[in-house]
């Protein structure tokens, strides 16, 4: 996401090659793609060195997104992965959208995606999500930081990640919190939703 590209004071790594440390210790892909039975899962780039907060969606990772469940199959739960917000989620309050939302958000649905990860927001929250009123909704689940103190909102003292579940017939959105007193992330909500 946003916080690993260099930062502002570090203008020249920002603006020529702002992931190169992430592509060095963590990924050379900008764009993983994995398929295990019933999924397929396609990540996309949304942080780029010049935007400061919104990141932005290009021609690149659309194409990425609309190429990245060839392989899937009739019946498969087609998973993007970005970091940065794609749709306003109502209840999360005014928050910042990429450059090129809309656009990517469309390619999603009409590639078939069924759920959309993200992050950026250091919030957790679940929804059902149409592009126009009356098509398929897109499951959009945003989770908030696990290992940063980066909180906002009423999150802002809280750690926590969320860990999937996928049926044929439901995916299942468990948040975990870390748990202070026992030293470990805990189950402590689950959002059920029909596939």
């Known amino acids: 996401g946003n916080h690993d590209v260099f930062p502002w004071w570090r203008i020249f790594s920002r603006l020529l090659d ?19 039975e019933g999924v397929v899962v396609q990540g996309i780039n949304s942080a780029f060195g010049w935007t400061i907060q919104g990141g932005r969606i290009t021609d690149r990772e659309l194409k990425q997104i609309r ?9 498969d739960l087609r998973v993007l992965v970005v970091h940065h917000h794609l749709t306003e989620l109502e209840e999360l309050g005014d928050h910042d959208l990429s450059r090129g939302a809309r656009r990517a958000f469309e390619t999603s649905h009409d590639a078939g995606v069924g759920l959309i990860l993200c992050g950026h927001l250091h919030q957790s929250h679940v929804a059902h999500v149409s592009v126009h009123e009356g098509t398929r909704p897109v499951i959009v689940a945003t989770t908030g930081t696990s290992t940063s103190s980066r909180a906002r909102g009423e999150d802002r003292s809280a750690n926590f990640y969320n860990q999937i579940l996928i049926t044929e017939e439901e995916i299942t959105v468990e948040e975990r919190r870390f748990e202070a007193e026992t030293a470990q ?5 689950a959002h059920r939703l029909k596939r």
């Open 67 to 75: 190429t990245g469940f060839d392989q899937a199959l009739e019946g």
């Open 18 to 36: 702002p992931l190169r440390r992430y592509r060095k210790l963590i990924e050379p892909d900008l764009a993983p793609r994995w398929k295990g």
């Open 185 to 189: 992330f805990q189950a402590t909500s």
